[in-house]
T-cell receptor, first 112, second 114 residues
Framework: DGGITQSPKYLFRKEGQNVTLSCEQNLNHDAMYWYRQDPGQGLRLIYYSQIVNDFQKGDIAEGYSVSREKKESFPLTVTSAQKNPTAFYLC???????????FGSGTQLSVL | GIQVEQSPPDLILQEGANSTLRCNFSDSVNNLQWFHQNPWGQLINLFYIPSGTKQNGRLSATTVATERYSLLYISSSQTTDSGVYFCAVGERGFRQTGANNLFFGTGTRLTVIP
């Protein structure tokens, strides 16, 4: 089945630790996105990538980093500089040449 | 960025009832999408509708871009319709260079009771 796979579903971070959230898609989509969702809020854009080896900051990029070495993969690292990392993180991709966004099932990150 | 307001914030319906969800936005848009987030967090794209009207089964949506609002209609609601409905808008289509963000509203939480 084609889709967007995020792992792990739940992740816990200790103080001062970097953690990496995985996002893989087999839809052959060029563009990929990372969003953050806080309770009772809408989604906010962290980073996006339109093609391999290129990515751009979104509205809330501070404390996060990404890479795009393969078309299928767009991992997000939450660094120790992100002081309030507890949130639900959603990865999305966009149909090539299209407008609709499709989402993975999300990763809930919590701080120990 | 564009401000997006959704109403009502919460809605409780009896199974079989109809409902209308509203999305107001503060500026001209060329990209508007409706999403449903189920209780497990999965977001499903319902409509891409920057203008006009579309229908998909029991769901339909209308966007009046000149008046800066969109409506999502749910008819004969079912318990599986429960969740949060988000409206998201963008100033320009994704295909235009640099226009890669959608601004999300805070959603309408729908609960359908049997």
């Amino acid at each position: 089945d084609g889709g967007i796979t995020q792992s792990p579903k739940y992740l816990f971070r200790k103080e001062g630790q970097n953690v990496t959230l995985s996002c893989e898609q087999n839809l052959n989509h060029d563009a990929m996105y990372w969003y953050r969702q806080d309770p009772g809020q809408g989604l906010r854009l962290i980073y996006y990538s339109q093609i391999v080896n290129d990515f751009q900051k979104g509205d809330i990029a501070e404390g996060y980093s990404v890479s795009r070495e393969k078309k299928e993969s767009f991992p997000l690292t939450v660094t120790s500089a992100q002081k309030n990392p507890t949130a639900f993180y959603l990865c999305a991709s966009r149909t090539t040449g299209g407008e609709k966004l499709f989402f993975g099932s999300g990763t809930q990150l919590s701080v120990l | 960025g564009i401000q997006v307001e959704q109403s009502p914030p919460d809605l409780i319906l009896q199974e079989g009832a109809n409902s209308t969800l509203r999305c107001n936005f503060s500026d001209s848009v060329n990209n508007l999408q409706w999403f449903h987030q189920n209780p497990w967090g999965q977001l499903i794209n319902l409509f891409y509708i920057p203008s006009g009207t579309k229908q998909n089964g029991r769901l339909s949506a209308t966007t009046v871009a000149t008046e800066r609002y969109s409506l999502l209609y749910i008819s004969s609601s079912q318990t599986t319709d429960s969740g949060v409905y988000f409206c998201a808008v963008g100033e320009r289509g994704f295909r235009q260079t640099g226009a890669n963000n959608l601004f999300f509203g805070t959603g309408t939480r729908l609960t359908v009771i049997p």
